[in-house]
Antibody, heavy 120, light 108 residues
Framework: QVQLVESGGGVVQPGMSLRLSCAAS????????MNWVRQAPGKGLEWVAL????????YYPDSVKGRFTVSRDNTKNTMDLQMVSLRAEDTAVYYC?????????????WGQGTQVTVSP | EMVMTQSPVTLSVSPGERATLYCRAS??????LAWYQQKPGRAPRLLIY???TRATGIPARFSGSGSGTEFTLTISSLQSEDFAVYFC??????????FGQGTRLEIK
């Protein structure tokens, strides 16, 4: 069965960096694009990155563009999110999620999430 | 940016009754709309994609309808496990991929 396991979350000070990872199993990882979605405490869902199946195309919302970088290693079935210049408003649970199809970026499977807290 | 607006913010319904949740897009998204369910402390779960197609393993009491700018998620006979927060998401005009703010479905 599909499994997505995030890691790397923690508490960091504003301006610092953090790298999240997502380990995938149970499907052909190299065939599917992947998303990162976050959820601030008590808030809704916010999409923060999408990487194509081959890693050649990457997309971000304006809120993280230039600060977050998504990457993947199809030989290891992993995806990373490098976050720099972190702000208090980046505090959230970060989920990795598998893209439903090659053409549609909705997410059909989600990991359990990893908490990122940005605090002085 | 496509803005998704869900209503109501909170919906109180008794078990066994029908629940209807709404999602409106600021521009047409065709049928490129998904619905997710989220329970406290858990990851979201995909319910519906393509506005009306149930995801794998989703019970038939969940149904989605609509196209363009107006969408509906209907739960025909509420079970105790259905009380949760529901989010809609558009993927027609992206980036960015955008979500509605959510509807909390609570027990009446």
């Amino acid at each position: 069965q599909v499994q997505l396991v995030e890691s790397g979350g923690g508490v960091v000070q504003p301006g610092m960096s953090l790298r999240l990872s997502c380990a995938a199993s149970g499907f052909t990882f190299s065939y599917y694009g992947m998303n990162w979605v976050r959820q601030a405490p008590g808030k809704g869902l916010e999409w923060v990155a999408l990487i194509s199946y081959d890693g050649n195309n990457k997309y971000y919302p304006d809120s993280v563009k230039g600060r977050f970088t998504v990457s993947r290693d199809n030989t290891k079935n992993t995806m990373d999110l490098q976050m720099v210049s972190l702000r208090a408003e980046d505090t959230a649970v970060y989920y990795c999620a598998k893209r439903g199809t090659r053409s549609d970026p909705y997410s059909d499977y989600w990991g359990q999430g990893t908490q990122v807290t940005v605090s002085p | 940016e496509m803005v998704m607006t869900q209503s109501p913010v909170t919906l109180s319904v008794s078990p066994g009754e029908r629940a209807t949740l709404y999602c409106r897009a600021s521009q047409s998204v065709s049928s490129d709309l998904a619905w997710y369910q989220q329970k406290p402390g858990r990851a979201p779960r995909l319910l519906i994609y393509g506005a009306s197609t149930r995801a794998t393993g989703i019970p038939a009491r969940f149904s989605g309808s609509g196209s363009g700018t107006e969408f509906t998620l209907t739960i025909s006979s509420l079970q105790s496990e259905d009380f949760a927060v529901y989010f809609c998401q558009q993927y027609h005009n992206w980036p960015p991929i955008t979500f509605g703010q959510g509807t909390r479905l609570e027990i009446k």
